[in-house]
């Protein structure tokens, strides 16, 4: 069984998940987010989210308008992890949703047709369920952890790569793998049949972002 529900194209290319970057206020340091993110669309990263639970809510949407510019100059899609208010304030391209967060089928109602929604999944039960949602209703997946991370303390239990591979052939919607990915991951991720991962430490502690998007890339043979 697949699901059935599947992207508008004109919303998200699943090319976009490719290099796929969350941000982390702590790692990128004295460098700040809105410079960080600015050196790894100049590498080559194709999407970028906030992710910021500490952040007030007037903190984050002051990043997100300044990210929304960034993006916006680099023709890079942005989307704000969990907060569908602050994604719309911002005028960003959409949000992403995890499993405590407002349902996809509720903001779809909120943000309208154009938006894109992207959704955390964890296991096979909760790639099923999105099947049971109005189609449209998510534009691409985040499939993790893939190994453990202390970006994420709260997440779920790691599922590894062949958990990876086993959820995204129950899946007929884009798919990103995150979850304490490094270079050598990339390459068998992708070939699990994940459309391309998303990283945090890997990019926002790097002392040169660019480069390291560029060795991501690389690794995975992503052009």
């Given at each position: 069984?697949?699901?059935?529900?599947?992207?508008?194209?004109?919303?998200?290319?699943?090319?976009?998940?490719?290099?796929?970057?969350?941000?982390?206020?702590?790692?990128?340091?004295?460098?700040?987010?809105?410079?960080?993110v600015r050196q790894a669309v100049a590498?080559?990263?194709?999407?970028?989210?906030?992710?910021?639970?500490?952040?007030?809510?007037?903190?984050?949407?002051?990043?997100?308008?300044?990210?929304?510019?960034?993006?916006?100059?680099?023709?890079?899609?942005?989307?704000?992890?969990?907060?569908?208010?602050?994604?719309?304030?911002?005028?960003?391209?959409?949000?992403?949703?995890?499993?405590?967060?407002?349902?996809?089928?509720?903001?779809?109602?909120?943000?309208?047709?154009?938006?894109?929604?992207?959704?955390?999944?964890?296991?096979?039960?909760?790639?099923?369920a999105v099947a049971d949602w109005p189609?449209?209703?998510?534009?691409?997946?985040?499939?993790?952890?893939?190994?453990?991370?202390?970006?994420?303390?709260?997440?779920?239990?790691?599922?590894?790569?062949?958990?990876?591979?086993?959820?995204?052939?129950?899946?007929?919607?884009?798919?990103v793998a995150i979850g304490g990915i490094?270079?050598?991951?990339?390459?068998?991720?992708?070939?699990?049949?994940?459309?391309?991962?998303?990283?945090?430490?890997?990019?926002?502690?790097?002392?040169?972002?660019?480069?390291?998007?560029?060795?991501?890339?690389?690794?995975?043979?992503?052009?």
């Amino acid at each position: 069984m697949t699901t059935s529900s599947s992207p508008s194209p004109s919303r998200l290319d699943p090319a976009a998940l490719r290099l796929y970057l969350v941000t982390d206020r702590a790692l990128c340091g004295q460098r700040g987010v809105v410079e960080t993110v600015r050196q790894a669309v100049a590498g080559g990263a194709t999407i970028v989210q906030l992710r910021d639970h500490d952040a007030t809510t007037r903190e984050l949407y002051d990043v997100a308008t300044q990210l929304r510019a960034v993006t916006a100059e680099a023709g890079v899609p942005f989307v704000v992890d969990d907060r569908l208010d602050v994604a719309l304030a911002a005028g960003a391209d959409g949000v992403h949703l995890g499993q405590s967060d407002l349902l996809p089928v509720h903001a779809r109602r909120i943000a309208g047709p154009d938006f894109v929604i992207g959704h955390s999944v964890s296991s096979l039960d909760e790639i099923v369920a999105v099947a049971d949602w109005p189609a449209n209703t998510v534009d691409y997946v985040g499939v993790g952890p893939v190994f453990a991370t202390s970006t994420k303390p709260n997440a779920a239990a790691p599922l590894g790569i062949d958990g990876v591979r086993d959820v995204l052939q129950r899946c007929e919607l884009p798919a990103v793998a995150i979850g304490g990915i490094k270079e050598t991951h990339v390459a068998p991720l992708r070939a699990a049949g994940a459309d391309g991962v998303a990283v945090v430490s890997a990019v926002c502690a790097a002392a040169d972002p660019a480069a390291a998007v560029r060795k991501l890339l690389a690794a995975g043979e992503i052009r």
